[in-house]
């Protein structure tokens, strides 16, 4: 059974950066993508980033270029989202999921989701 677990998620300062960490098991193929993904309130989910060995990575969301990337250790089958010069336009509940082979920013195509991780903002 695939299982994803987030972290890192908390409280943090305008301009301040976290670093989210999605924690992969019961993978059978080494051929798979992890997406994150992020629900602000009232909002739909929307596609972030995403890794796979096949296609390296892919922004989904423009706002994030720049302040955002995605890394992978294998080692530990963990992919990291590290989230800088952030701002309350940022803070949502932030899932990793994962699907097979190739990347998508589409949360339909995505099987197996963490329980996410929220990410809050103090004045």
């Known amino acids: 059974q695939v299982q994803l677990v987030e972290s890192g998620g908390g409280l943090v300062q305008p301009g301040g950066s976290l670093r989210l960490s999605c924690a992969a098991s019961?993978?059978?193929?080494?051929?798979?993508?992890i997406g994150w993904f992020r629900q602000a309130p009232g909002k739909e989910r929307e596609g972030v980033l995403c890794?796979?060995?096949?296609?390296?990575?892919?922004y989904y969301a423009d706002s994030v270029k720049g302040r955002f990337t995605i890394s992978r250790d294998k080692d530990k089958n963990t992919v990291y989202l590290q989230m800088n010069s952030l701002n309350p336009g940022y803070m949502a509940v932030y899932y990793c999921?994962?699907?097979?082979?190739?990347?998508?920013?589409?949360?339909?195509?995505?099987?197996?989701w963490g329980q996410g991780t929220q990410v809050t903002f103090s004045s």
């Open positions: 999921a994962t699907k097979d082979v190739l990347c998508s920013g589409y949360v339909q195509h995505y099987r197996y």
């Open positions: 019961g993978f059978t193929s080494d051929y798979y993508a």
């Open positions: 890794i796979s060995s096949a296609d390296g990575y892919t």
